[in-house]
T-cell receptor
Framework: ETGVTQSPTHLIKTRGQQVTLRCSSQ?????VSWYQQALGQGPQFIFQ???????GRGNFPPRFSGLQFPNYSSELNVNALELDDSALYLC????????????FGSGTRLTVV | KQEVTQIPAALSVPEGENLVLNCSFT??????LQWFRQDPGKGLTSLLL?????REQTSGRLNASLDKSSGRSTLYIAASQPGDSATYLC??????????????FGQGTTLQVKP
């Protein structure tokens, strides 16, 4: 059974640029969530995808967007990067939403300069 | 608005000691609660999941309890080892269909176990 994998592991971008982060769900999981974790803080919920549609969103602006594909993998896109977007981005997958808890990936460390 | 608090923020203990990490939440209407471990710069590893109807869960040297009415959960670690050094996060899944997918995290307790 494979876990949740994220790519890339590290990324450096310039303010104003756009970035795409990728996530492959754990085998058998059909729901994907994305979180942002600033240094020294707990993760903050960005949004969740189920059956290729967004079905929950946290307090993040529209420049944070996502996709889920038929194989349940997912992308997080961030436009017009700001310095405060520097963080660890975590992807989590689950089966049938929250009933069985969430499995997290190792994250992508994004640095905006 | 659901808020999750973890106390203490940091803890240092000698190897072999039993310890308790605390998590409190402001709204008792939760779906479940999950404890995670995070090593520096790494992702989250799930430790224990407690459904709202359960009182506790155990895995090896770990025991997590849940008291929904008082808004509290504890993570008990028996016979601590240096390998237990990490940040421990608790997260609640709020009740209600509109809160699908959202986990609300505390800020974590950073544990150091000294040999």
């Amino acid at each position: 059974e494979t876990g949740v994998t994220q790519s890339p592991t590290h990324l450096i971008k310039t303010r104003g640029q756009q970035v795409t982060l990728r996530c492959s769900s754990q085998s058998g999981h059909n729901t994907v969530s994305w979180y942002q974790q600033a240094l020294g803080q707990g993760p903050q919920f960005i949004f969740q995808y189920y059956r290729e549609e967004e079905n929950g969103r946290g307090n993040f602006p529209p420049r944070f967007s996502g996709l889920q594909f038929p194989n349940y993998s997912s992308e997080l896109n961030v436009n017009a990067l700001e310095l405060d977007d520097s963080a660890l981005y975590l992807c989590a997958s689950s089966f049938q939403d929250r009933n069985y808890g969430y499995t997290f990936g190792s994250g992508t460390r994004l640095t905006v300069v | 608005k659901q808020e999750v608090t973890q106390i203490p923020a940091a803890l240092s203990v000698p190897e072999g000691e039993n310890l308790v990490l605390n998590c409190s939440f402001t709204d008792s209407a939760i779906y479940n609660l999950q404890w995670f471990r995070q090593d520096p710069g790494k992702g989250l590893t799930s430790l224990l999941l407690i459904q709202s109807s359960q009182r506790e869960q155990t895995s090896g040297r770990l025991n997590a309890s849940l008291d929904k009415s008082s808004g509290r959960s504890t993570l008990y670690i028996a016979a601590s080892q240096p390998g237990d050094s990490a940040t421990y996060l608790c997260a609640v899944s709020p009740g209600g269909s509109s809160n699908t997918g959202k986990l609300i995290f505390g800020q974590g307790t950073t544990l150091q176990v000294k040999p």
